[in-house]
Structure formats: C-alpha cells, structure tokens
C-alpha cells in the first residue's frame, strides 16, 4: 500500500493542479494577513473560505482522480497487488497531496508574518486540523461515489450533490427545523445535528476555539458549554475521525467486491 | 495451468458467460476469437480476478483464485487500453512497475527492441498512441512469467513494431509459456496461435487447432472459416 501512496503522491504533486491550489492557499493567505494586519481576523475569514472550499476541492479532487486514473487502475490490478492496497493507498495520495498544499499554503505566509510570536499559534493549528480532517472525509466520500458510479457525469454530479448539501442545504434545512420547532427546547438537538456535520462541527470548533462566541447568543453559550470542554473537543474529534474511518472502511469493503 | 469450470459470469440483467469450460495445461499460443460482446474481455479478466464471476470455478496452477492475489505473479497482461499517470515519464513508469512486482525485469532489451530509448525521459502525457502501446507492451512483457495475456497487443502498431512483437511472442513461446491471445486481426491469428479458442454467447464454442477448424468447417481460408462459424450458428 505505502508503495502506491508513495506513486499516487509523486504523481500528483507534480500535477498543475496541485500547484493551482497551493498558489491559491498562498496568495489567500497573504492577502489576508495584508489587508487585516490581525491574526485573529485572517484566522476567521480563513476559517470562512477553508470550510467551504476545502470540501468542494476534496470531493472534485477525488472524483477527478479515480475516473482519470481508471485504465492505470486496471494495470494495477492485474500485479500481484492486494485490491484494497490499491484503494486506499490511491485515496490516501490524494487526500494527502491535498492536504501539503493547504498546510504549505497557509504554512508559510503565517509562519513570515511572524505567527510563533503570537498567542493565535493554537487557533491556526486548529483550523490546519479541521482543514485536514475535512480533506480526508470528502476525499474519502468521493472515492466512494466514485466506486459506486460507474458512469463518470453521474459520479461528479453525485458528488457536487453531497458537497453542496453538507455545505449549503444541510444549514437551511437546520435553520428552518429551529425556526418550526422554536418553542420546543433545542439545545440537545442543535448540538447533535452540528455533530452529525463534518462543516457544521469544523465551523463551530473554530469559532469557540477564537472566543468570539458570545456573539452566538444563547446558543453560543450552549455550545460553549458541550463543546467547549476537553470532552466536548474529545467528542468532536472522535466525530471527525469516525467521518474519516467509515467511508474508508466502505471502500475497503467495497472494492474487494467490485469487477473491473 | 489454467483450469476453468462452469464460469457464470452476469453484469446486471446481461448475462456474459454462460458456463465456460477450459483447460489450458499444455504450452503454447492460444487465440480467444469470438464476436464482439462474446465475453472474450470478460474471460480474460476472471483469470487476472478483476471480475468477480457469479458461479464456478477458477485455477490458476492447481490453485483457486478465489480471494487471492499472489497467483498473478504468474501472470504477465497486456491490457486493451493504455492510459498510464500523466506526469510520470517512461522511465519512472518501469522502474515503479518493477518495484510494485519486486522483480527485476528485461526492460532493457525491449526498451531496445521497440526503439524506446528517446523516449524515455518524457512524460507519458506527450506519448503518441503507438509508443504508448509500446511502454504497454515493454511494461507487460519485461518479467520473466509462465502465463502471459495479451488483450490486442497490435493495436496502434507501426509495421517495424509489428514484427517485432511476432518474433517476442514466438521466443516467449519456445521458452515454453502458456500465452492467450485476444485479437481481431486473422492474419496474425493464423501466423501466431497454435489453438483457437472460439467463444460464442458466453460458451467455448469451438476448441482445436487451425487445422482442425479448417476441416470442421469445410473452407481452405482461415479467415472464411472463421466467418463460417458464425454463420452456421445463425442459421
């Protein structure tokens, strides 16, 4: 498996793209600190774009890999190679390479801007960590459309599907269930259903971890309160990681299965 | 050795093979012939286990292929389609395939042999079609294996190549290998294989020699008799 981590990866990070995405994280990233001259602020606007865009490149990204690799695939399969090290090790490159992109690309304007001096040293690791964690749950569900679609349109289309219903539609529909059941206590409610979604649970981590809670009213507090915690943040993690490790698990399980 | 038993193979509603029955154990130049949509593909991929077949069974020296991947040591494949990582060069296509094997292999002589040597620094992405079918045939062929698979290995060929390619494929042969061949051109067919394989809606249809099929079928033109074949299961 390490050996086709290693060949996915050394394709990649030689691939256009991967630089496309890195320049974009560098500029972004210096631009930020230019115009705000603060930290704290370019944390939070970064925290704006990464939850967004981190998703809809991982799933593209993803997507993109596996149909455009799929007669390299083939070959691959015909060596005396274990299919699941195939898949993994190919998800892994990508998710990967993703990830050095977003790390370096913020990385290095933060680190010139003089970020170790600074207190927000933890606030940026976090937001690197859920970049991360994000990269490797959208990565790993678009591997999974991906296996399951044969059809390359159909997969893509499934695929911007789950971006935009975990990035847009998942919030409305949220929102709007608050909205219709306001006179019912929600607390425990709203806590689970930013759990369930990876965007929702990054967002919130960040936002608790800036302090700026406060500004969230009296759900602020309440999430302050579960969140907020060491158990809170155990709990989040652990939600995260599950994100990661069921879709991964689903492509070990799948591929085995699949014909070629 | 390959051993195939009442292989059933269906993909959705489409049922491929219908109960292949095969037994490889001589050497030699094997041709699997068949119209298009006969299941030749199909075929070839239950031996490397890239389909999963529905019913029967599959041996690949005396052992089942059933969740196992070790037995394609034993294989070297052409596929019908090269598309290899766009930003690798030649170079680091063989030498990472040689390294996923962990076998050294003759890479150099055919490298040689298909005229391949300007080529090799460059990116895969900038290959025309036939020399990206010559790395296919270099990368299939470098390891020294008992069982080798070509799935259409003339398409995009130059004649030079073409030659070439022959005179590998007869030397692997006289080292006393087991190859199947798929093609659809006759001529290298008739030059090539020692038995046909005719496969027809999912069965073997037709197992012998060229001679044997020449007589069966009553025509003097391998080509016609081919062609016969499939029209006396029409009428």
Redesign the interface.
């Known amino acids: 498996m390490l ?2 981590l290693k ?1 996915s990866f ?3 990070i ?2 256009r793209w991967s630089y496309v995405y890195l320049l974009f994280y560098l500029l972004l990233g210096s631009v930020l600190l230019f115009l705000n001259n603060d930290l704290s602020k370019a944390v939070i606007t970064l925290m704006n774009v990464i939850i967004i865009l981190v998703p809809l490149i991982g799933t593209i990204f993803g997507v993109m890999y596996y149909y455009n ?4 695939t ?10 699941s090290s195939i898949f993994i090790g190919q998800y892994l490159g990508v998710a990967l390479s993703l990830t050095m992109s977003l790390i370096l690309g913020l990385g290095i304007p933060f680190v010139l801007y003089g970020l170790f001096q600074s207190n927000e040293i933890w606030d940026f690791i976090l937001l690197l960590v859920t970049g991360t964690f994000l990269t490797l749950i959208f990565t790993a569900l678009a591997f999974n459309i991906a296996l399951y679609n044969e059809n390359k349109i159909k997969g893509f289309s499934y695929a911007i599907l789950v971006w935009l219903f975990m990035a847009v539609i998942y919030d409305g529909l949220f929102l709007m269930s608050l909205i219709a059941f306001q006179s019912y206590p929600l607390d425990a409610f709203s806590i689970g259903a930013t759990l369930v979604n990876p965007i929702d649970l990054s967002r919130i981590l960040i936002l608790l971890k800036l302090d700026i809670s406060a500004l969230l009213g009296y759900t602020g507090a309440v999430f302050q309160k579960f969140f907020g915690t060491n158990f809170g943040l155990f709990i989040s993690i652990g939600t995260l990681s599950l994100w990661v490790l069921l879709p991964v698990l689903n492509i070990y399980r799948k591929c085995r ?4 | 050795m390959i051993q195939i038993e009442q292989l059933h193979k269906r993909f959705g509603k489409n049922q491929v093979l219908k109960g292949i029955d095969l037994n490889i154990t001589q050497k030699g130049i094997f041709a699997i012939l068949g119209p298009n949509g006969s299941g030749k593909t199909t075929l070839i991929k239950a031996i490397l286990g890239m389909v999963v077949p529905n019913k029967g069974k599959l041996l690949v020296d005396s052992i089942s292929i059933k969740k196992n991947w070790k037995y394609r040591d034993q294989i070297d494949y052409l596929p019908q389609i090269a598309n290899f990582p766009p930003n690798l060069t030649v170079k680091e296509l063989i030498v990472m395939i040689k390294d996923l094997r962990n076998r050294p292999g003759e890479d150099k002589k055919l490298i040689e042999l298909f005229m391949l040597e300007p080529f090799l620094t460059k990116k895969l992405s900038n290959l025309s079609g036939g020399t990206k079918q010559k790395v296919n045939i270099v990368l299939s062929l470098m390891f020294d294996s008992p069982i080798i698979i070509l799935d259409e290995p003339t398409t995009g060929l130059d004649p030079i190549a073409l030659i070439r390619l022959k005179e590998l494929i007869k030397e692997e042969k006289a080292k006393g290998k087991i190859i199947l061949i798929t093609s659809h051109i006759m001529s290298f067919v008739e030059e090539m294989a020692d038995e046909i394989v005719f496969l027809l809606e999912g069965k073997v249809y037709f197992k012998g020699n060229i001679d044997a099929l020449k007589t069966q079928t009553k025509e003097a033109n391998f080509e016609r008799a081919i062609a016969n074949l499939l029209t006396y299961d029409n009428a």
């Open positions: 050996k086709i060949y050394y394709d990649l030689r691939s690799s799929k007669e390299f083939e070959l691959l399969l015909a060596q005396p190679i274990k299919r299965k699949k014909d070629f």
